[in-house]
């Protein structure tokens, strides 16, 4: 497929400049391990702009409704609700169609992907235990269960019959990719002259490949068109990247089909409650409402020095205090309650290694429901019989792991020093004391996925 789209290239980029876009000092091409994507002709500056898009070249919602479609998208209501599905059938009929405006754009895009959609069985078990399982089985029966609907629609309904089927019969195969290109490649987009956003693929800009970075992209009204500037130098023949965002891994390998080994913004979600029948649960969610911090909510574990947010780590003060020091921290001043968001703060020494002691063990836990150890993910990721899938997710599971045992081992540590530099038991108002000798200032919030509820 490869060459396929190298072949595909020339014509591309005349379509590109024909219709009024930019591609300056910019090509397509093939990088090792990262797949197809822009490549610099020669050096780019920071900042200078490197695609120009008209908004007329993007496949969006808008022009699904002026198109053959448009009439079908209004009658149907899962098509007005998940207006991504009436953008995948748009690209569908696109494709089809031989003399489409977006040929030379469409005869670009992979004819498969690396999503969940595409993964086997034996892939889909491989994630068990990690936070993508749940939402890989769910994208799977959610694309599923709108084809079933579709596929009904489309032999039930004569707009969809002479629209759809008059030019290919319509199978899961075929939609399975438009879901997938539509997926991995749609942007938000404001509605030239309107209000709100539109949903699209915007051609050329979406083959740049992820890197960290900042979002350097923007949308000028006046010229009806993206700009995307250079988030960094490149050099002549270097690959030339944008950054999608602060998404995790987790959101990426779902989303996207990658992994990205050096992503600065990867973390996992970790959902904790406090139980109503808990006897002191009516303390704990009052200190937790003066501290703007909900009974159940979802906190996030870093890949950082100090793995955990403030945040997580009053929850997990509040969650193991006892009735007197609940009582306590309630009837003292704001001042003093705002010490337990302070990472390096203390309530006791009794407390702090409780709370530490939970999150080991949930992390312990967490651990153990893999179907693989990281050294077994390391031997499957060098394995010669690996396919680009299983290694793709092989990353994903590592780094999950790796993530829990940092988490494990700094809890080890704080409570090591805990046990030497706080000999006595204190129940008193939290210390400012230097707890945790690695700690520096909290890490500001993010997303990602396990579903995990405290007793």
């Known amino acids: 497929r490869s060459s396929d789209l190298c072949d595909c290239v020339d014509a591309f980029l005349d379509w590109l400049t024909q219709n009024g876009a930019e591609a300056r000092d910019v090509t397509f091409g093939e990088f090792p391990g990262r797949g197809f994507g822009v490549k610099a002709i020669k050096s780019i500056k920071k900042h200078e702009i490197f695609f120009s898009i008209p908004y007329s070249l993007m496949i969006t919602t808008l022009s699904m409704k002026d198109s053959l479609l448009g009439s079908l998208v209004q009658k149907d209501r899962l098509l007005r609700s998940v207006p991504s599905?009436?953008?995948?059938?748009h690209l569908l009929v696109e494709r089809w169609n031989p003399d489409s405006f977006w040929q030379p754009y469409i005869d670009m895009l992979p004819e498969?992907?690396?999503?969940?959609?595409?993964?086997?069985?034996?892939?889909?078990?491989?994630?068990?235990?990690?936070?993508?399982?749940l939402d890989a089985l769910?994208?799977?029966?959610?694309?599923?269960?709108?084809?079933?609907?579709?596929?009904?629609?489309?032999?039930?309904?004569?707009?969809?019959?002479?629209?759809?089927?008059?030019?290919?019969?319509?199978?899961?195969?075929?939609f399975r990719w438009a879901v997938g290109s539509v997926m991995t490649r749609q942007n938000n987009?404001?509605?030239?002259?309107?209000?709100?956003?539109?949903?699209?693929?915007?051609?050329?800009?979406?083959?740049?490949?992820?890197?960290?970075?900042?979002?350097?992209?923007?949308?000028?009204d006046d010229e009806k068109a993206l700009k995307c500037y250079a988030v960094d130098d490149f050099e002549a023949d270097s690959e030339v990247?944008?950054?999608?965002?602060?998404?995790?891994?987790?959101?990426?390998?779902?989303?996207?089909?990658?992994?990205?080994?050096?992503?600065?913004?990867?973390?996992?979600?970790?959902?904790?409650?406090?139980?109503?029948?808990?006897?002191?649960?009516?303390?704990?969610?009052?200190?937790?409402?003066?501290?703007?911090?909900?009974?159940?909510?979802?906190?996030?574990?870093?890949?950082?020095?100090?793995?955990?947010?403030?945040?997580?780590?009053?929850?997990?003060?509040?969650?193991?205090?006892?009735?007197?020091?609940?009582?306590?921290?309630?009837?003292?001043?704001?001042?003093?309650?705002?010490?337990?968001?302070?990472?390096?703060?203390?309530?006791?020494?009794?407390?702090?290694?409780?709370a530490l002691d939970f999150i080991q063990t949930r992390c312990t836990l967490l651990l153990k429901q893999y179907k693989t150890s990281l050294s077994e993910d390391e031997a499957q990721s060098i394995h010669p019989d690996a396919s680009p899938l299983t290694r793709e997710i092989v990353k994903f599971l590592y780094g999950e792991k790796s993530l829990l045992s940092q988490v494990i081992a700094f809890t080890q540590t704080q409570k090591a020093f805990l046990q030497s530099h706080y000999l006595t038991s204190s129940s008193n108002s939290a210390s400012t004391e230097d707890a945790n000798p690695d700690a520096g200032s909290s890490q500001a919030e993010a997303k990602t996925d396990v579903d995990t509820q405290a007793p």
């Open 138 to 174: 769910n994208q799977n029966r959610m694309i599923a269960r709108q084809y079933a609907y579709l596929h009904q629609m489309m032999y039930s309904h004569r707009d969809a019959r002479e629209v759809v089927l008059s030019q290919k019969p319509f199978n899961y195969a075929d």
């Open 241 to 354: 990247t944008t950054f999608y965002g602060t998404r995790t891994n987790a959101e990426f390998l779902l989303n996207q089909g990658f992994v990205y080994e050096r992503n600065q913004h990867d973390r996992m979600k970790l959902k904790l409650g406090v139980s109503k029948n808990d006897p002191l649960y009516a303390l704990k969610a009052q200190l937790l409402t003066r501290l703007d911090i909900p009974t159940s909510a979802a906190f996030y574990l870093y890949n950082a020095l100090t793995p955990f947010t403030a945040q997580l780590m009053a929850f997990l003060r509040a969650f193991c205090m006892t009735y007197d020091e609940l009582k306590a921290k309630l009837e003292g001043s704001d001042e003093d309650l705002q010490v337990l968001l302070n990472p390096r703060g203390v309530v006791s020494r009794e407390c702090e290694t409780k």
């Open 189 to 220: 987009l404001p509605v030239p002259d309107g209000d709100g956003f539109a949903i699209g693929l915007i051609p050329g800009w979406d083959m740049c490949n992820h890197a960290n970075g900042v979002i350097t992209t923007d949308y000028k």
């Open 112 to 133: 498969s992907y690396t999503i969940p959609l595409y993964y086997t069985v034996d892939e889909v078990r491989m994630l068990q235990g990690s936070t993508a399982y």
């Open 85 to 89: 599905i009436g953008l995948s059938l």
